[in-house]
């Protein structure tokens, strides 16, 4: 690989990585671990901060004032170390959330919704479709009922 190579894969290798680390079972030891880390690095902070608030409405305004930053670097700095924006990090992370409770099975789909800071179910039920390729309720019955449910093939790009 020469250095053109590198300047452009190196970017999208890195993307993947985090990419995959947060789709897999590792996700909530690294949210622990930059939890540890949040006095030492504002990412981490955020980090900590979101999952502390996870069914709160968030805005990267307020994440970027929680760190003392604009709104703007606090955005481009977020990416930098994730690979991707705080939003979609936010929203990656209440759908890991709600795939949890839904397979925990105490609460319904709404409550689900409304535990992970969706105020609109629909919303909700459109953003878990998409992300994981079947509804809330598809998922939670297919794990409850012991069958294998696929999600990263159904996720997975063609």
């Known amino acids: 690989m020469?250095?053109?190579?590198?300047?452009?894969?190196?970017?999208?290798?890195?993307?993947?990585?985090?990419?995959?680390?947060?789709?897999?079972?590792?996700?909530?030891?690294?949210?622990?671990?930059?939890?540890?880390e949040s006095g030492k690095n504002p990412v981490a902070d955020v980090i900590h901060y979101v999952t502390e608030r996870i069914s709160e409405p968030l805005t990267i305004a307020e994440l970027a004032e929680h760190v003392?930053?604009?709104?703007?670097?606090?955005?481009?700095?977020?990416?930098?170390?994730?690979?991707?924006?705080?939003?979609?990090?936010?929203?990656?992370?209440?759908l890991d959330r709600a795939r949890g409770l839904l397979v925990d099975g105490s609460l319904n789909v709404s409550e689900v919704a409304k535990a992970v800071g969706y105020a609109s179910l629909s919303s909700f039920i459109t953003e878990f479709k998409r992300h994981f390729g079947v509804t809330p309720r598809a998922y939670a019955d297919a794990q409850r009922g012991g069958v294998a449910l696929r999600v990263d093939r159904a996720t997975a790009p063609v």
């Open 2 to 36: 020469n250095g053109s190579d590198r300047r452009v894969l190196a970017p999208i290798y890195l993307q993947e990585i985090v990419y995959r680390i947060l789709q897999s079972e590792q996700c909530t030891r690294l949210i622990d671990a930059a939890a540890e």
């Open 68 to 94: 003392c930053m604009s709104p703007s670097t606090f955005a481009h700095l977020f990416r930098d170390v994730t690979g991707m924006s705080p939003y979609q990090f936010v929203k990656r992370l209440r």
